[in-house]
């Protein structure tokens, strides 16, 4: 293994009910990535007409929820009101704060349809778990984007070089896709104590060493690493940034407390996160 690799993280595959995803975080050999703590590659998954993704509506405490696709698109609902499509390019984040519930499902179900995308959860600082939650779309054309020796770099969020995605956060963090031509390369610098590389399709090369496809690498820190493609076009996800400290995380609840998760747990049985407009169902708190 390359001196700059700490680990590499191999998919769960989940069934989401009538597609898959490829789960990367939490995973046994690492929890969390900087703030991330959940790491779903969604898709590739292709739907007949009549059907699509239904996510019915679920709830999260205390952390953010980020939506970025490759393809397809998505509808967002959620208890403040919102009504949100998101497509290709585009970034949907969710703040859950001290509670939010929200479903997502395939808009259009007139023709055949694909779903191919990345979502991930950030946990939020100690002092800000309890925020009032909001939810903010980003259109594509407002994803900072630029070329680096032929490869283009798209900042979902944080900082890097010299670039500040307007996708606003609660503790630096780190968020790019790259997509590379055939034999292209990229350093990816220091400036983050935790990174990882995920690589979305086959034919990359992280620090000399070949990567599987569906594959996170988590890095050592404060070393610059080389990303490169092979013998034909490559794409990857970049994730990191700074420590928060133990989190707990049960079903779709995530804290610093985990008395504050057995509240949420009740408040869920309660009803007490909200109505989702347009939605009847509900998924059920698990028994275990």
């Known amino acids: 293994m390359s001196s700059f690799i700490q680990a590499i993280i191999q998919p ?20 969390m990535v ?11 998954a292709v739907f007949s007409p009549g059907k699509g993704v239904d996510v019915r509506p679920h709830p999260h405490i205390n952390l953010a929820t980020v939506t970025y696709l490759f393809e397809g698109a998505l509808l967002h609902r959620d208890s403040l009101g919102t009504i949100q499509e ?17 479903s997502e499902r395939s808009p259009d179900r007139s023709s055949q349809s694909t779903l191919h995308g990345i979502q991930t959860w950030v946990a939020l600082p100690e002092a800000s ?9 980003h259109p594509a054309t407002d994803i900072p984007t630029w070329e680096t020796d032929s490869v283009t770099v798209k900042l ?18 780190l968020y790019l896709d790259l997509q590379f031509p055939t034999g292209g390369n990229f350093t990816l610098t220091t400036g983050y104590s935790e990174r990882a590389v995920y690589s979305v399709t086959e ?17 050592e820190p404060n070393q610059p690493v080389e990303i490169t493609s092979g ?19 049960w079903w779709n609840f995530v804290s610093s407390r985990l008395e504050r998760i057995e509240q949420a ?9 909200g109505q989702v407009p347009e939605e009847t169902e509900f998924i059920p708190l698990p028994e275990s």
Do not use: Y
């Not at 998101?86 to 929200?102: D, F, L, Y």
């Not at 034919?203 to 890095?219: K, N, P, Y």
């Not at 747990?265 to 996160?273: C, G």
């Open 129 to 137: 778990e309890e925020t009032e939650p909001w939810f903010h779309h």
């Open 203 to 219: 034919g990359l090369t992280v620090d000399g060493q070949s990567i599987e496809q569906h594959r996170l690498v988590i890095l």
């Open 34 to 44: 900087g703030p991330f703590i959940f790491f779903d590659h969604l898709g590739p």
């Open 265 to 273: 747990k009740q408040d869920w049985k309660d009803w007490k996160f």
């Open 12 to 31: 769960h595959v989940q069934d989401l009910g009538g597609f898959s995803a490829r789960r990367l975080l939490p995973s046994d050999e690492r929890t």
């Open 86 to 102: 998101i497509r290709p390019g585009e970034v949907n984040w969710m703040t859950a704060g001290k509670g939010i519930s929200h």
């Open 156 to 173: 979902i969020a944080g900082e890097a070089d010299g670039h500040s995605s307007p996708v606003k956060t609660f503790s630096p963090i």
């Open 231 to 249: 013998k034909s076009s490559g794409r990857c996800i970049v994730i990191g940034g700074e420590p928060l400290g133990k989190r707990h995380k």
